[in-house]
């Protein structure tokens, strides 16, 4: 079982993607520093927590079925991708395992889903094995456009830069500031 299949049947649309590249930049900035103190993998504290505070949201509403079903999706998505880095959150394993099993009483996803909930459940019970080598990263994207202005706070003043191009060989934006900084939003004019 690989982990790519469990999230390829989440039909969570981008989020597992999103949930396996952040996951990945944390992994992989942990392995460079672990390897420099002469430890081997990924560190749980340089990874777990900074996922859990930006994923964790969405595993908490429970508004209504919808809302739970999408929380238990975003659960095994996290759990299969700290897995797959050789990480583990016992806490978070067991609400993605707790998630499979009503995801399937509710019939919320497909018939192969079902199926394959037994393996996807011994995936994740498993002993991750740890990191031998840094994941990789996708190349980040950009949706700055020519003309988009921006909003930026260096140190204490606003600065209003707006793209001014995007560079053909990098494909990033090119900014520009407008104006000056100042320590104050604009103000309105009506």
Same mark, same amino acid.
């Given at each position: 079982?690989?982990?790519?299949?469990?999230?390829?049947?989440?039909?969570?649309?981008?989020?597992?993607?999103? #949930?396996?590249?952040?996951?990945?930049?944390?992994?992989?900035?942990?392995?460079?520093?672990?390897k420099h103190d002469g430890h081997?993998?990924?560190?749980?504290?340089?990874? #777990?927590?900074?996922?859990?505070?930006?994923?964790?949201?969405?595993?908490?509403?429970?508004?209504?079925?919808?809302?739970?079903?999408?929380?238990?999706? #975003?659960?095994?998505?996290?759990?299969?991708?700290?897995?797959?880095?050789?990480?583990?959150?016992?806490?978070?394993?067991?609400?993605?395992?707790?998630?499979?099993?009503?995801?399937?009483?509710?019939?919320?996803?497909?018939?192969?889903?079902?199926?394959?909930?037994?393996?996807?459940?011994?995936?994740?019970?498993?002993?991750?094995?740890?990191?031998?080598?840094?994941?990789?990263?996708?190349?980040?994207?950009?949706?700055?456009?020519?003309?988009?202005?921006?909003?930026?706070?260096?140190?204490?003043?606003?600065?209003?830069?707006?793209?001014?191009?995007?560079?053909?060989?990098?494909?990033?934006?090119?900014?520009?500031?407008?104006?000056?900084?100042?320590?104050?939003?604009?103000?309105?004019?009506?």
């Open positions: 079982m690989k982990h790519q299949q469990i999230l390829d049947k989440l039909a969570l649309g981008a989020i597992p993607s999103l #949930v396996q590249d952040e996951t990945h930049m944390l992994a992989r900035q942990s392995f460079y520093e672990a081997r993998g990924a560190r749980y504290a340089e990874v #777990v927590p900074p996922l859990l505070r930006r994923w964790g949201p969405l595993m908490t509403r429970h508004g209504d079925q919808s809302e739970l079903m999408t929380g238990h999706r #975003v659960a095994i998505a996290l759990a299969t991708c700290l897995h797959k880095v050789g990480l583990a959150d016992p806490s978070l394993t067991e609400r993605a395992l707790r998630g499979i099993d009503e995801l399937n009483d509710a019939v919320w996803l497909s018939d192969e889903f079902a199926r394959q909930s037994p393996a996807y459940s011994d995936l994740l019970r498993s002993t991750p094995p740890a990191l031998g080598k840094t994941p990789a990263v996708r190349e980040p994207v950009t949706f700055t456009r020519p003309g988009d202005l921006l909003a930026s706070t260096p140190l204490v003043a606003m600065c209003w830069p707006t793209c001014t191009a995007i560079l053909a060989q990098t494909k990033r934006p090119y900014l520009s500031c407008i104006g000056r900084f100042t320590r104050s939003y604009p103000r309105l004019i009506r």
